[in-house]
Nanobody
Framework: QVRLVESGGGSVQAGGSLTLSCGAS????????VGWFRQAPGNERGGVAS???????TYADSVKGRFTLSRDTAKNTVTLQMNKLKPEATAMYYC????????????????????WGQGTQVAVSS
């Protein structure tokens, strides 16, 4: 069984950068895909970035070109590098492993998640 633990959230001014890490106990390869959701107050939880099983990364349009997903198989970690952050990125970020269709970010829904991390808060001030 996989357990996910996030780290790296915090507060930053607009235009700044943060790096979120997701460490897994258990084997990440046991889930089909791994990605990051976020949820701002009053909003639904939505996909930000996703790795499919074959390692293909996809991104939400709102973060494309500014966020980068990477994976260290040896360390069993997935990292989300977030650059040029905007205030609308303020949210709780959750690492998740599951089986959303095609491993594509646009197919990320909570019901297809097998395991959630506890979440890490990101706050971007203007």
């Amino acid at each position: 069984q996989v357990r996910l633990v996030e780290s790296g959230g915090g507060s930053v001014q607009a235009g700044g950068s943060l790096t979120l890490s997701c460490g897994a106990s258990g084997f990440l390869s046991s889930v089909y895909c791994v990605g990051w959701f976020r949820q701002a107050p009053g909003n639904e939880r939505g996909g930000v970035a996703s790795f499919s099983y074959d390692g293909t990364a996809t991104y939400a349009d709102s973060v494309k070109g500014r966020f980068t997903l990477s994976r260290d198989t040896a360390k069993n970690t997935v990292t989300l590098q977030m650059n040029k952050l905007k205030p609308e990125a303020t949210a709780m970020y959750y690492c998740a492993g599951g089986r959303w269709p095609y491993g594509h970010v646009r197919k990320m829904v909570g019901m297809d998640v097998d395991v959630w991390g506890q979440g890490t808060q990101v706050a971007v001030s203007s």
